[in-house]
């Protein structure tokens, strides 16, 4: 399997580039220019804004599978706290990759956020209200709109949407769920060890729990 994951060097990225190379897959890890991530020994490092198309349009003429863990940073996890990353940063990314792939097959596999996609209904009331303050409610609203994008897709398209992320190594607790309340949470190495697990099996699930 041979494999591109943008958003390298975030906290699921990390672990999908770990866990895939771990595997035995032919990884290429895509970070910013200015990132100070360093790959795993045996994975291709490239480096580049997945923001420009033309950037993108490399990266699929030279990989049929892309997994995007890339989302907006926030400088705290106060939902007040600025954002560190265009308020439509994963709308661009999702863009580009629909543009590059017009004549192309593709198997896609992104993180979107539970409650986003018509999930917001398996939230409990607080997470509901949660989900729309502030600058988290500005990331929601980018992954909603990638969602309708993606939806029009002809691609292979599998999209995630974890609970609320916590630190840790893989138990391989991560499965899909159908609830989100205020004490939902998901190890994010969970996550990329269910995204590398089933990233050939074409599942939608809502949430990952
Ligand atoms: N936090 C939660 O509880 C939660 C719950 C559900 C879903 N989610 C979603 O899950 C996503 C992944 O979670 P995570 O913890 O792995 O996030 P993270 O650690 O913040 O990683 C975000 C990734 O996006 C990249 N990125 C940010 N701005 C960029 C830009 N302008 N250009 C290129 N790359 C950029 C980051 O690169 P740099 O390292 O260079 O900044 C990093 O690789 C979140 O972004 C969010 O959308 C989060």
Same mark, same amino acid.
């Given at each position: 399997?041979?494999?591109?994951?943008?958003?390298?060097?975030?906290?699921?990225?990390?672990?999908?580039?770990?866990?895939?190379?771990?595997?035995?897959?032919?990884?290429?890890?895509?970070?910013?220019?200015?990132?100070?991530?360093?790959?795993?020994?045996?994975?291709?490092?490239?480096?580049?804004?997945?923001?420009?198309?033309?950037?993108?349009?490399?990266?699929?003429?030279?990989?049929?599978?892309?997994?995007?863990?890339?989302?907006?940073?926030? *400088? %705290?996890?106060?939902?007040? $706290?600025?954002?560190? @990353? &265009?308020?439509?940063?994963?709308?661009?990314?999702?863009? =580009? /990759?629909?543009?590059?792939?017009?004549?192309?097959?593709?198997?896609?596999?992104?993180?979107?956020? *539970? %409650?986003?996609?018509?999930? $917001?209904?398996?939230? @409990? &009331?607080?997470?509901?209200?949660?989900?729309?303050?502030? =600058? /988290?409610?500005?990331?929601?609203?980018?992954?909603?709109?990638?969602?309708?994008?993606?939806?029009?897709?002809?691609?292979?398209?599998?999209?995630?949407?974890?609970?609320?992320?916590?630190?840790?190594?893989?138990?391989?607790?991560?499965?899909?769920?159908?609830?989100?309340?205020?004490?939902?949470?998901?190890?994010?190495?969970?996550?990329?060890?269910?995204?590398?697990?089933?990233?050939?099996?074409?599942?939608?699930?809502?949430?990952?729990?």
């Amino acid at each position: 399997m041979k494999v591109c994951v943008l958003g390298a060097s975030g906290g699921i990225g990390r672990w999908v580039v770990q866990l895939a190379h771990q595997k035995g897959w032919d990884v290429t890890a895509v970070v910013r220019p200015s990132s100070d991530y360093i790959a795993p020994a045996g994975v291709q490092l490239i480096r580049g804004e997945v923001t420009e198309a033309s950037f993108v349009q490399t990266l699929i003429d030279e990989h049929s599978t892309i997994i995007s863990c890339i989302g907006i940073r926030r *400088a %705290g996890l106060s939902p007040w $706290a600025k954002i560190k @990353s &265009p308020s439509n940063l994963v709308e661009t990314v999702t863009k =580009n /990759i629909l543009n590059a792939t017009r004549e192309k097959d593709l198997q896609f596999m992104w993180i979107s956020a *539970a %409650g986003v996609g018509g999930t $917001a209904s398996n939230c @409990s &009331p607080l997470i509901r209200k949660m989900i729309t303050l502030g =600058n /988290i409610g500005v990331a929601y609203q980018d992954l909603e709109r990638s969602e309708q994008l993606l939806n029009q897709s002809h691609f292979k398209v599998t999209t995630v949407r974890p609970v609320t992320l916590i630190p840790g190594n893989p138990t391989g607790g991560a499965q899909p769920s159908s609830t989100y309340h205020l004490l939902s949470t998901v190890r994010r190495s969970d996550v990329a060890l269910w995204m590398v697990r089933n990233i050939e099996q074409n599942e939608q699930p809502i949430f990952v729990s």
